[in-house]
């Protein structure tokens, strides 16, 4: 169980990334975290609890929560960080490809927070979080991108009817749009044309994300944000 007073965080997609960042960002501030993802490993942190498995799968949504549960007693702050993005012209996307972006991206989404707004309503408050794209608001004529803000752009729609719905409630919802984050495991040399893409002429740090991240959760006034991490991406070239 959680100690006295302590706020508990699920977050998804969670052994690596801008995911493990958000793990150690919720712990800086004390929270208890429930880690989830398919490769997942178990944390030496007793206020960690590592559960592995597809978030798509109704099982994992449900292990997840329980999890949270039996160990913390609570639930406060859910972060949809899993997802998947295919970059390529429109018609040449397979149905294995549709199904594997909105799969992850919106499947993945949706147990899971069902299942979190239920254990926040009883709490009488709490926080969800969705990590989508700029190029759901701002499309870029080098980056085709019709599947990835086929996905993003509905989590944010849902992220802003989730707000409306549940601000009497206590639950707030907000979203963390991204440009182009730093990623250890994509060659360096892509670095320089992906930085292109931004006026402020670099990639972001997996630090700007989760400074945002934890700014929203402080934010008591803020529900329905699409918060913009793109190094100015989303104002246009």
Request: proline share 3%; with cysteine.
């Amino acid at each position: 169980m959680s100690t006295a007073g302590q706020k508990v965080a699920i977050v998804t997609s969670a052994s690596q990334g801008v995911g493990a960042g958000l793990v150690a960002g919720y712990r800086k501030l004390g929270y208890g975290v429930v880690a989830t993802s398919c490769g997942i490993r178990p944390s030496q942190d007793s206020n960690v609890a590592a559960v592995q498995g597809d978030i798509a799968d109704l099982d994992t949504a449900r292990r997840v929560i329980a999890a949270g549960l039996e160990r913390f007693g609570r639930i406060d702050a859910l972060v949809n960080n899993a997802g998947v993005c295919v970059f390529k012209p429109f018609t040449e996307y397979t149905p294995v490809e549709y199904e594997t972006v909105t799969r992850a991206n919106l499947k993945g989404f949706f147990r899971i927070t069902q299942l979190a707004v239920e254990q926040m309503l009883t709490q009488g408050g709490g926080h969800v979080v969705q990590i989508t794209s700029s190029l759901a608001d701002h499309a870029c004529w080098n980056a085709a991108s019709v599947l990835a803000s086929l996905a993003t752009g509905g989590l944010q729609s849902a992220t802003k009817a989730l707000a409306v719905e549940y601000a009497h409630k206590g639950i707030r919802s907000n979203a963390v749009a991204l440009g182009v984050i730093k990623d250890p495991m994509r060659p360096e040399a892509y670095n320089e044309t992906l930085a292109a893409m931004h006026p402020l002429g670099r990639i972001g740090e997996i630090d700007d994300v989760v400074d945002a991240v934890l700014y929203l959760e402080g934010a008591s006034f803020v529900t329905g944000a699409v918060f913009h991490v793109d190094g100015g991406q989303s104002a246009g070239h």
